[in-house]
């Protein structure tokens, strides 16, 4: 193990000061929702424990996480995160093409067997076995199954990985199947959304680099820190909800105001996100703040739910704080199965914090 | 070389998507080439059935990179179903949410796409080695690190605008769901003005004006400022002028659709002569596309995969048509169709010819942007309202950063009847029709020349990549 560098010799031979890295694990630890205690120990465990590896693979997707990921606030966890995974291997970014990137990535398999983080964006179509998705002349199913044979963990990337996204929409065409389908008996991380915001990655990255271990997760598998709350809860336009103040039309004087969105089909109330409070593009906004409802997009089965523009029916408008958890059994009816979970999650979550650990 | 030799070139890296080159070689050369794309998603067949307006949010989804121009094709084919035309003021914000993205696409490409083929060990002994990769190397390149960080700036604007990118919803049929307000518009200018200041300094190394203002190839070639400046010495070095020629018949549908007209003029450019664009005559061949069904025009055409994967066909790709003819499409395209002087002198150019145009269109689009920025009317009206009919159809014909995207819509009681698609690198990339005519890829990578051992060949690198191919969304 001792070759294997550490994340400070990393960043050192990234020309990272000392003092931009102290400020590095401030903002980590802020970015987690951890307190200033935690600081000095991420700095001593990047100090002394070997970086993790990191293989980056793309199935079937529209690489619109990596695009995220690449615009992360803070531009020193993004260089030094990109900078860990190149050494080991990204088919979008990485320098080496053709039939040496197939061989650097059979190389870094070989080389940290069981030690390495597998990052699944997209994932695998298994109609017709596969032949959907061909990479290096193979299905991606098979690398897939490759890659994730020797993997420490795995963390799938965005709606696709997680659920299926778009792609998976009725009929399937392609049988597009979520990574946990296909992989069974390895500890799998999900994040959500189409795509996942930028600083929620970087964070969930950070932390498993960081502590070599899984953040908590909910019932569904999704990093607590970042999942927990509705789009609802943390929306700065909740008081026009609360307040019955709605936008009735697209650019009416109520959308100038900037009232609530629900009656535009804004699935903000059943939808688990940090959007309202981590926000996008370096926190500048987020759909909500641009006039648009939110349309669920880190929620299962998302993409077949009615309509976008159907309001979610059954809230009740007034008293909202005190049957918060009434809420999100009355959306079950209409959004269905995948909510129930989030309904029955988020009224167990405050008698037991339960933890998955990997 | 006893018999003719092949070569299979992929994965490609550095590209959105998968892909596939397949080559047969004489000596030394290229002899014929056949593009495959080995992505298939069935995004078309998603799309049957369900309420017209989902396509809002669905077809963004067919590309992270160029979600906005799937966006705005969409709205379009919406707007022209429902007989409606967006407000002056709605247009000019589409336009320059699209624009922003079609920057940021062109940004990258240069920097992270393209560039980095010049730090390949071949190039070991040039004298303008070092330079490129100490620019350009994937990654840790100072120019690459230097366009991620202006390209995050810029995209304050998507932030702000359209609530998040990729995948925006804010773009409707009748304009955009956000009024910008006095402050809104000043944000913007703002990061305008940033995203100049690191053109001018990194990128061009001078003022815009005067990179727009270059009226010949011979006064581009002498242009020596910022990484520009380092591409044309190495261009002119590596001979890129003359790698991957092209046919010359160019296809724009027009950028940018304002009240006033478009902010890239539409039009079809063949022989040196420019011509109206007829949508009509446009026809998707599927004699060497796993895909079932007859030739036929995207009103009427279908997606049905053959899950057969015949002998014959060798790709996901459909090969559209113009009238019989293959067509290119991108940056060189609409600058040639809208008549800049230098564009038109490298029109039926190879690789240097479609970068140029690219980094052309960029200094260009900035300037645009700076324009529609001024003309913000905070007290304006963003949207008009209207109802999606219960039957109709409507086509969205749009620019993306890489060509013309055209979006082909019918509804049927109220539903989605049918929902084709016509990708940028769907032209560019086609597969061979039923005549046997290659599409312009395959037929620019004829003739390029390929050194003994090279088993990922540069040459056929840079003209891939000169294409700036987004596979994800060429077959979707």
Known sequence: MSQIETFYDVMRRQGITRRSFMKYCSLTAAALGLGPSFVPKIAHAMETKPRTPVIWVHGLECTCCSESFIRSAH??????????????????????????????FEETIEKYKGNYILAVEGNPPLNEDGMFCITGGKPFVEKLRH????????????????????????????QATPVHKVITDKPIIKVPGCPPIAEVMTGVITY???????????????????????IHDKCYRRPHFDAGQFVEQWDDEAARKGYCLYKMGCKGPTTYNACSTVRWNEGVSFPIQSGHGCIGCSEDGFWDQHGFYERVTGIKQFGIEATADQIGFATTAVVGGAVAVHAAASALKRAQKKTEEA | MSETPRLVVGPFNRVEGDLEVQLDLAEGRVAS?????????GFERMLEGRAPSDALTVTPRICGICSISQSA????????????????????????????ENAADHLFHFNLFFMPDFTRPAYA????????????????????RAAIEARTQLMHILGLMAGKWPHTLALQPGGVTRAPGPRDKLRIETSLRQFRKYLEREVFGGSLEEFVALGSIDALMRWQHGDVGLFLEIAAETGLADLGRGSGRYLSFGAYPLAEGHGFAPGLWCAGTLSPVDPSGIVEDLSHAWMLGGAAHPFEGQ?????????????????????????????????????????????????????????????????????????????????????????????????????????????????????QIIAPTTWNFSPRDAQGVPGPLEAALVGAPVMEGEDTPVSVQHIVRSFDPCMVCTVH
């Not at chain 1, 993004?78 to 990485?94: A, G």
């Open chain 1, 75 to 104: 531009p020193l966890a993004k260089d030094v995160v990109l900078s860990m995974i190149s050494l080991d291997y990204d088919d979008t970014l990485m320098a080496a093409a053709g039939h040496a990137a197939e061989a650097a």
């Open chain 1, 147 to 174: 890659a994730a044979k020797d993997a420490k963990a795995i963390i799938s990337w965005g709606a696709c990985a997680s659920y299926g996204c778009v792609q998976a929409a009725a009929p399937n065409p392609t």
């Open chain 1, 208 to 230: 498993m680099l960081t502590f070599d271990r899984m953040p908590e997760l909910d019932r569904q598998g999704r990093p607590a820190m970042f999942y927990s709350q509705r």
């Open chain 2, 33 to 41: 080439a056949q593009v495959n794309a080995p992505l298939y998603r």
């Open chain 2, 73 to 100: 094709a969409a709205a379009q084919a919406l707007a022209a179903a429902s007989g409606l035309v967006p407000t002056p003021q709605g247009a000019l914000m589409a336009a320059l949410i699209h624009a922003v």
């Open chain 2, 125 to 144: 002994a040039q004298p303008w080695y070092r330079l490129a990769v100490e620019r350009f190397a994937a990654i840790n390149g100072a120019a690459g």
């Open chain 2, 303 to 419: 997606t049905e995969p053959d899950e057969a994967m015949r002998e014959v066909a060798y790709t996901w790709c459909k090969a559209p048509r113009m009238k019989g003819e293959p067509l290119e499409v991108g940056a060189l395209a609409r600058q040639v169709i809208d008549g800049h002087p230098l564009a038109r002198e490298l029109a039926g150019g190879g690789v240097l010819a479609r970068v140029a145009a690219r980094l052309l269109e960029l200094a260009r689009t900035q300037i645009l942007m700076e324009q529609w920025a001024a003309q913000i009317d905070p007290a304006g009206v963003f949207m008009h309202h209207g109802a999606v009919p219960e039957n109709g159809t409507g086509a969205g014909l749009v620019e993306a950063a890489r060509g013309s995207l055209g979006h082909w819509l019918r509804i049927d009681g109220g539903k989605i009847a049918s929902y």
